[in-house]
Nanobody, 116 residues
């Protein structure tokens, strides 16, 4: 499985941004699609994830009500819609998948910078 993230950039506080991650390879083996982020000097943290059923996405408390994770039915692309961005959301965002054998795959990361 190969992941390619895109959509990062500079946005003003209060604005919105949409990240996308293209999935190539053995998509049918994937059970979890997720977004993580890592701010400078901090550990990587889970932002949101969605499982194969797609009915109950999980969100970190700090993004609940602001971010939405989604994926297309063919699991070729999954996205993170980010709204009401603030400076605390500035980070490198990574897309991630995990297959049915619990193997992890990571995208290359895309930088999101929120100006105050």
């Amino acid at each position: 499985v190969q992941l390619q993230a895109c959509g990062g950039g500079l946005v003003q506080g209060g604005g919105s941004l949409r990240l996308s991650c293209a999935v190539r390879g053995s998509r049918n083996s994937i059970d979890i699609w997720a977004w993580y982020r890592q701010a400078a000097g901090k550990q990587r943290e889970l932002v949101a994830r969605i499982n194969r059923g797609g009915d109950s996405p999980d969100y970190a408390d700090f993004v609940k009500g602001r971010f939405i994770i989604s994926r297309d039915n063919a699991a070729t692309i999954f996205s993170l819609e980010m709204n009401s961005l603030n400076s605390d959301d500035t980070a490198v965002y990574y897309c991630h998948t995990q297959d049915r054998w619990f193997k992890d795959y990571w995208g290359q990361g895309t930088l999101v910078t929120v100006s105050s």
